[in-house]
């Protein structure tokens, strides 16, 4: 029986790059700023957006961010 895993693709830093690059550069800097903020890549930051905005259920970096505490 052959056991399938569930591969799990992220956005790479080009192509984040890139995608940034066309946006207004007010929210251009506010991912930026909102990256160095919590010390995450900005691809990272990017596609929590983009998931959060898919689904309000999404996980975000205060769920995940190491250190942090309730």
Known sequence: MMQVTEQIHHLDAETARAFLEKLPRHIREAFYSRAA???????????????ASLDPDALSFIDCKPGSSD
Request: glycine share 0%; proline share 7%; aromatic share 6%.
């Open 37 to 51: 903020a919590i010390e995450y890549p900005i691809e990272a930051v990017l596609e929590s957006a983009i998931a």
